[in-house]
């Protein structure tokens, strides 16, 4: 197993930056294909972003291409969301999430395993 937790939400203007971390303990990080997801109020939890195992491959959802950036140090055992020029509709709880098994649907909340409890992100217009 794979124990995840995120840090790094908070309140920030739109336009503004913050930098989410999910810091994973358990069994060996570079095994685990991660993602990051969304959750606004009322609203379905949404892929953001994922990452393969030696980064070398990532996938966004096409509302932060070109804002937001996914990288991984399997060497900290993190991952990172880097989130540039937010919105107001990027305000959600953000989840990060492992894959033990990859099935080839990176987008998928159904394809990960683990998750974590979730990083708050408000963003005032």
């Known amino acids: 197993q794979v124990q995840l937790v995120e840090s790094g939400g908070g309140l920030v203007q739109a336009g503004g930056s913050l930098r989410l971390t999910c810091a994973a303990s358990?069994?060996?990080?570079?095994?685990?294909?991660m993602g990051w997801f969304r959750q606004a109020p009322g609203k379905e939890r949404e892929f953001v972003a994922a990452?393969?195992?030696?980064?070398?491959?990532?996938y966004y959802t096409d509302s932060v291409k070109g804002r937001f950036t996914i990288s991984r140090d399997n060497a900290k055992n993190t991952v990172y969301l880097q989130m540039n020029s937010l919105k107001v509709e990027d305000a959600a709880v953000y989840y990060c999430?492992?894959?033990?098994?990859?099935?080839?649907?990176?987008?998928?909340?159904?394809?990960?395993?683990?998750w974590g409890q979730g990083t708050q992100v408000t963003v005032s217009s």
């Open positions: 990452i393969s195992w030696s980064g070398l491959s990532t």
């Open positions: 358990g069994r060996t990080f570079s095994n685990y294909f």
């Open positions: 999430a492992a894959d033990s098994e990859w099935d080839g649907k990176p987008r998928s909340a159904t394809s990960y395993d683990y």
